[in-house]
């Protein structure tokens, strides 16, 4: 309850100092902890309490892992991290999209880099949930592939897992890293900063929704190659719907919240038929309701991750959204999330599904607009 007047609160101040209000807050690490339904799995030989993460972007220098946790999460990721500080784009650089319930950022990976992250991560005594670590490239890198190797063996000490971004929109030239060859290194580079950490945990790599069929399957082929541990999908995209209405919809940057929804959900579908039993697989984008993650599950996540719902629902979403996956698998018949996963391969049934359940639950649900 407290946490629902935060989002009213924070969305009268700009959108990058209402983030910056929103980890301050966090950070603070007070506040009542709401009661989530138990909803315990296993994923890449980690123990979840609950499939549902924050993704990376929100909590970009770990300043507020422990508060993250207090919303509910079972996983937080931070990041993402680069090796050395940098400033990100110019600002204004995040824009609102209200009338879409989506937005736009450039940010550019700003952060205060490695060390700065190391530091707040060694002083988190308790983990209450799954940390993971996130990380990138500097913009100015003479050697962008030797960052991701830098980067892991610096922060792995710290994690449960990690992620190599290689699809941010606002680094130029990161993107590129999805091309086949260059894959290849970027992950050798996150395997041997593992291996230089000493610490063996799962390496996950998180993929743009921009992606043709093939493209997906060389990626993921590549991942299973190299024993990649599991694939995120979504980042943010760089398409712009037609229908988006609100007047910062053609900024440039990465759309996330409410239009990425369906295409993200439809790109996690190929994923997760391409890879499911040899790569977790972790579904993120526009998700701010239960019935939009449990969608998620049904066409084969094993984890599902939200950051933009935050910014339009407030910070009680994430508790909101597991007492009604719990519903929904209850509803279904299924017992424990691992059953539900991959139930509903088709994307466009998974969302009708989920839709009519939430429905006949007698949830307040607005008809979506999906855009593909
Ligand atoms: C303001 C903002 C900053 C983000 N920064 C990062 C980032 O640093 N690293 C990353 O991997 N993803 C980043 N993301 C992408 C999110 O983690 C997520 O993949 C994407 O927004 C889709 O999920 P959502 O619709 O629930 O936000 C960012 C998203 C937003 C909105």
Request: aromatic share 0%; charged share 50%.
């Given at each position: 309850m407290m946490w629902r007047a935060f989002a009213p609160l924070a969305r009268l101040l700009p959108a990058e100092a209402a983030h910056w209000a929103a980890v301050q807050t966090l950070r603070l690490n007070i506040g009542p902890k709401p009661d989530v339904p138990s909803m315990p799995l296993t994923v890449a030989g980690i123990r979840f309490d609950n499939p549902l993460g924050l993704a990376a972007g929100f909590d970009k220098n770990a300043e507020c892992f422990s508060g993250a946790t207090r919303l509910g999460f079972g996983h937080v990721e931070i990041g993402t991290v680069t090796p050395l500080p940098q400033p990100g784009n110019p600002r204004p650089r995040v824009f609102r999209l209200p009338v879409d319930q989506g937005v736009i950022n450039r940010y550019g990976f700003n952060g205060n880099g490695m060390e700065h992250a190391a530091r707040n991560l060694a002083a988190v005594n308790q983990r209450p949930a799954v940390l993971g670590v996130n990380v990138g490239a500097n913009k100015t890198s003479a050697d962008p592939i030797e960052d991701y190797h830098v980067a892991v063996a610096r922060l792995a000490t710290f994690a449960d897992y990690v992620t190599l971004n290689i699809s941010s929109p606002n680094t130029p030239g990161l993107r590129d890293l999805q091309a086949d060859q260059l894959l290849q290194h970027v992950l050798l580079a996150g395997r041997s900063g593992l291996a230089d950490s000493g610490k063996k945990i799962p390496l996950f790599l998180k993929m743009a929704p921009d992606l043709q069929t093939t493209e997906i399957r060389k990626i993921i082929a590549c991942c299973v190659d190299h024993n990649v541990d599991g694939i995120i999908a979504t980042n943010t995209t760089v398409a712009r719907p037609e229908e988006l209405s609100s007047?910062?919809?053609?900024?440039?940057g990465g759309l996330s919240g409410a239009p990425l929804f369906a295409m993200s959900t439809a790109i996690l579908a190929e994923v997760a038929a391409l890879a499911k039993g040899q790569l977790a697989v972790i579904g993120v984008g526009g998700v701010a309701s239960g019935w939009q993650a449990y969608a998620k599950l049904l066409v084969g996540a094993d984890l599902v991750q939200l950051y933009t719902g935050l910014a339009f629902n407030g910070l009680d979403l994430p508790a909101s959204i597991l007492s009604e996956m719990k519903l929904f698998m209850e509803f279904d018949g299924y017992g424990d999330v691992a059953s539900a996963s991959g139930q509903i391969p088709d994307a466009r049934e998974a969302i009708s599904h989920a839709f009519h359940l939430a429905q006949s639950a007698g949830l307040?649900?607005?008809?979506p607009k999906l855009y593909w």
């Open positions: 007047p910062d919809a053609d900024e440039r307040q649900v607005a008809d």
